[in-house]
């Protein structure tokens, strides 16, 4: 055998090797790639390479009207615990340093630390405290505790902190604080907004986010897309005009002992809320105890939003729809003579006049001077009729939603001829606001029609929305005409005279105003509360061109009843700052100016 | 023809017969030009990707700086609005010895030409950068192929 087959046949051996094991290669790539269990191979080979990452965009903020902001964003930070990187140490000073830092329970503490965790197939956690009633929530530090837990867990000689985990995540911040809380509304730790204008625009503050595959081996030098994000609004509130009523709101609530109240501003030529107050306050950026449960999701929330979910029997400022109707019908004028009995007899029920007394012969101003409910009912009975009156009372959109742009809004309720339940009576009682029940800013907008020379205009909270294409500005709307100008003009005359007549507490120097006063009882199950009432008062002004329009409600009053005495110097009090903070010169002022001076 | 091609041959066998190395110097002449063309190749390669790998880490911090810069705009803005939150603001008047404004403390003058402020307009969301931002340079993205099939269609273009 010479050299050269020798070399040949290893040369061919050392080939047959490497030919076997390309092909082994190949096969394996087949199997690897094409089969059965290919999607396991890549399931491998995904996890670690590549991660699926939900991007939520930041909420947009808002804005009062002339820019200071009302809701932006923050971040907080849960505490979890990563229960494999425990120590028998840490286990001991975890809870004892978090119990001294955040004055929680260290027993309670201690025991979410110890817990085997691990053989409930569990290996991170989330610290929770516990509230009031004994719920669970997740425990959240801001910035300042989460660089001093940072610094404990940097320095070696500070407690041992191993397995604790500072986990950032977004959090809604309202720098007013109370002020406007209620307008607000609030958002969760799952940045889902509840109530208020939060509630009401959660889809369009939200945005949309989305779902990136980020490539982490290779890495991909490629910009992800950002989620469409969320956009911010400018509302129609003051904030300055805002602090100033719920000021005023607080010394009334406080002064006449009542356990709550709202106040309602709005410029009646456009249906801009310019503030809206009440009492209790609403700390968004403390909302747990304010959260809902189903049922009062789907109905409002009378303590959250009473503005448009707190109805209330309207009593005497209810009278001047029923005497706009009769005005505007030209079935009662202004001198029209009325000579009061003290009672009248309407469906067989008897109404008495709020002090039971007879007035003798009154004018129809007079009738709203007195707050007469045997005049006003007579108007409903003797020239108005039922059809006439709940038509009146449908185009001033009592018992439907205004549709302002406020989450929870209720419809109150009015029961009209075509109800099964409905008897003469009530037609009697609606007259001057009994048997009915309304919204703070439901009797507001029907007011709304009389200051605004006979236009109801929508009333709303946003005036701009700011989205990423650009700013859009809501065209305020009318919802009905129903009065002509020269009803609303007459009727406004009418009760400006009468409240010039009516109470001192609710007159400006300077200033023409027009308003009524109202004193409700409150219905129960049982009847008519014998003691508590809800005072209230609605006025505009300045004549004769109206600006501004305000609602006061003030419920269970201790020390006076009466809205003439609770509610009008509250309207009062806010009209002499109103005037000032808006710029609205006196008559004088005015006359001075026309004639050069 | 054809005997001169067969001449030919029979010289470079003879010339092998009789220098064997001249056959494997050519072999291993042509090797290593194939494994040089291959070290190039695989040399671009790496430095193609190391700059992909560098400008991926890149757009990640950057993005995760832009996620900080626009929290911690936000939180200043907020911090801002705290400060100056009407509550604190009426506090700080008051200790400076102001008081609310009344209708008689107030002289409203007309004045000629005078322009009320403008409306607020709130600042637009960060918008999602549009097709032509997000477009990187083909260098990051593009193969070798595309790339050459680029440089054969515009011979001027690749840089």
Known sequence: ?597 | MLGQRMGVKAKRTHASRQAPWRLQVRWTGKTMLLAIVFLVVSGVYLAVNARLAKAGRDVLSLEEHRSDMLRLTSELSAELATRTAPETMMARAASLGFHAAQPDDVLFLTVDGYMPPADFIAPRPPAAPDEGQAMLSPAYTETLGEWLMRWIGSPGEPS
């Not at chain 1, 096969?27 to 939520?56: D, I, M, N, T």
């Not at chain 1, 490539?215 to 989620?227: K, V, Y």
């Not at chain 1, 006076?560 to 806010?574: K, L, T």
Request: contains cysteine; glycine residues 10%.
């Open chain 1, 1 to 597: 055998m010479n050299p050269d087959g020798v070399t040949r046949r290893r040369i061919r051996f050392v080939l047959f090797l490497m030919a076997g094991a390309v092909t082994a290669l190949v096969v394996q790539l087949v199997r690897v790639q094409f089969g059965p269990y290919a999607p396991v191979f890549a399931a491998r080979a995904e996890y670690g390479a590549s991660r699926v990452e939900k991007v939520v965009p930041a909420r947009g903020q808002i804005y009062d009207r002339n820019g200071n902001l009302l809701a932006s964003n923050g971040t907080m930070f849960y505490l979890e615990i990563e229960v494999r990187q425990l120590t028998e140490l840490s286990q001991k000073d975890i809870p004892l340093t978090l119990s001294k830092l955040l004055l929680l329970p260290l027993e309670d503490l201690y025991a979410q630390v110890t817990t085997d965790w691990a053989a409930l197939g569990q290996y991170r956690i989330r610290l929770t405290r516990k509230d009031a009633n004994g719920n669970p929530w997740p425990i959240s530090v801001d910035k300042t505790v989460a660089e001093v837990i940072n610094g404990f867990l940097a320095d070696p000689l500070a407690p041992d902190l191993s397995g604790l985990d500072l986990v950032p995540a977004p959090k809604r911040i309202y720098p007013a604080g109370t002020i406007a809380g209620h307008v607000l509304g609030f958002v969760n730790q799952e940045g889902q907004g509840f109530y208020g204008v939060e509630g009401y625009y959660d889809e369009w503050l939200s945005g949309k986010p989305i779902t990136i595959h980020r490539q982490f081996i290779p890495l991909e030098a490629r910009l992800q897309p950002d989620p469409p994000a969320g956009v911010n609004l400018v509302l129609t509130i003051d904030l300055a005009i805002q602090q100033m009523v719920e000021t005023a709101l607080k010394e009334a609530i406080e002064s006449s002992l009542a356990e709550s109240g709202q106040v309602i501003v709005m410029d009646p030529r456009n249906g801009e809320i310019l503030a809206m107050a009440a009492w209790p306050v609403l700390d968004p950026n403390h909302y747990e105890p304010w959260l809902p449960d189903t049922t009062e999701e789907e109905e409002g929330n009378p303590v959250i939003t009473p503005g448009v979910a707190g109805t209330f029997e309207p009593g005497s400022t209810f009278k001047v729809m029923t005497m706009a109707a009769a005005l505007d019908l030209d079935r009662v004028k202004p001198e029209t003579e009325f000579i009061d009995t003290g009672q009248i007899e309407v469906g067989g029920h008897i109404i008495r006049n709020w002090d039971g007394r007879s007035w003798g012969q009154q004018t129809m101003v007079g009738c709203l001077q007195h707050s007469l409910n045997v005049c006003l009912a007579w108007i409903a009975a003797d020239k108005l009729g039922a059809t006439d009156l709940y038509a009146y009372l449908s185009r001033f959109g009592v018992g439907r939603l205004t549709g302002v742009d406020l989450a929870g809004e209720v419809s109150g309720k009015l029961r009209t001829p075509r109800d099964p339940d409905w008897t003469e009576p009530d037609m009697g009682t609606n007259s001057f606001g009994q048997g009915v029940s309304v919204t703070p800013m439901q009797l507001l907008t029907a007011v709304s029609a009389i200051a605004n020379y006979g236009d109801m205009v929508q009333p709303h909270i946003v005036r701009q929305v700011v989205g990423p294409q650009g700013a859009y500005w809501p065209q305020p709307a009318v919802l009905s005409r129903p009065i002509t100008r020269q009803t609303a003009e007459t009727l406004t005359t009418m009760l400006a005279q009468s409240l010039e007549g009516e109470t001192r507490y609710a007159v400006v120097p300077g200033y023409r105003l027009a308003g009524k006063t109202g004193t409700a009882q409150i219905a129960t199950e049982k009847g008519y509360d014998p003691k508590w009432t809800v005072a209230s008062f609605v006025g505009w002004g300045p004549l004769p061109e109206p600006r501004f329009l305000v609602l006061v409600r003030i419920d269970k009053p201790a020390t006076a009843p009466w809205g003439s005495v609770i509610a009008a110097p509250v309207f009062q009090e806010i009209v002499e700052r109103l005037v000032v903070m808006m710029g609205l010169p006196p008559d004088t002022s005015l006359a001075q100016a026309a004639a050069g001076g």
